[in-house]
Antibody, heavy 128, light 107 residues
């Protein structure tokens, strides 16, 4: 089955750029009608969706972070990446990557997006 | 952005109890509502999608209901392994947003 694994520095200095990569294994990032998302969670707090990308490069970003976020995909390496610029302590969190799948619901007779595969998460601390 | 509000923030119940967690959206989201379970130190796991559809492999004691702005996750007979935090998520409009979570503890 498809597995996701985040990688990147665990410590980033304030004002610098946070860069993470999510490696997709067990399947091709280009197969199916999937989007590939980044989500973060400050310690002990809730989940915040950062944005997502399709294998063709179409992106959607959370407006609250849009000015600082870039998500890219490298289909040759079967991975996608997150860059978050000008970080502050408020960006300290566990960062997850996830697969955004389309599923059909017979009860509502409509398609729905679900995050059905998640990476284990990686902790990023912003500190000097 | 659509705001998602869950209640209660936490609850404690005994094995065998039935529990309900509610999620309210700040505007109508039809049935574009998912539920996730997160255990400490782990990533969230999809339980319910489209408000009431059970994800493959999820025990049938979990169920979801609701549409529009008000939704409920029900665990019919709580098991020891059901501890954790439960989040609702709307996918009606971008940005996707989550509820603040409901922490479930086993007495």
């Amino acid at each position: 089955q498809v597995r996701l694994q985040e990688s990147g520095p665990g410590l980033v200095k304030p004002s610098q750029t946070l860069s993470l990569t999510c490696i997709v294994s067990g399947g091709s990032i280009s197969s199916g009608s999937y989007y590939w998302s980044w989500i973060r969670q400050p310690a002990g707090k809730g989940l915040e969706w950062i944005g997502r990308i399709s294998s063709s490069g179409t992106t959607n970003y959370n407006p609250s972070l849009k000015s600082r976020v870039t998500i890219s995909v490298d289909t040759s390496k079967n991975q996608f990446s997150l860059n978050l610029s000008s970080v502050t302590a408020a960006d300290t969190a566990i960062y997850y990557c996830a697969r955004d799948s389309v599923v059909f619901s017979y009860s509502s007779n409509s398609n729905h997006y679900v995050m059905d595969v998640w990476g284990q998460g990686t902790t990023v601390t912003v500190s000097s | 952005d659509i705001q998602m509000t869950q209640s209660p923030s936490s609850l404690s119940a005994s094995v065998g109890d039935g529990i309900n967690i509610t999620c309210r959206a700040s505007q109508t989201i039809s049935s574009y509502l998912n539920w996730y379970q997160q255990k400490p130190g782990k990533a969230p796991k999809l339980l319910i999608y489209a408000a009431s559809s059970l994800q493959s492999g999820v025990p049938s004691r979990f169920s979801g209901s609701g549409s529009g702005t008000d939704f409920t996750l029900t665990i019919s007979s709580l098991q020891a392994e059901d501890f954790g935090t439960y989040f609702c998520q709307q996918t009606y409009s971008s940005p996707w947003t989550f509820g603040q979570g409901t922490k479930v503890e086993i007495k």
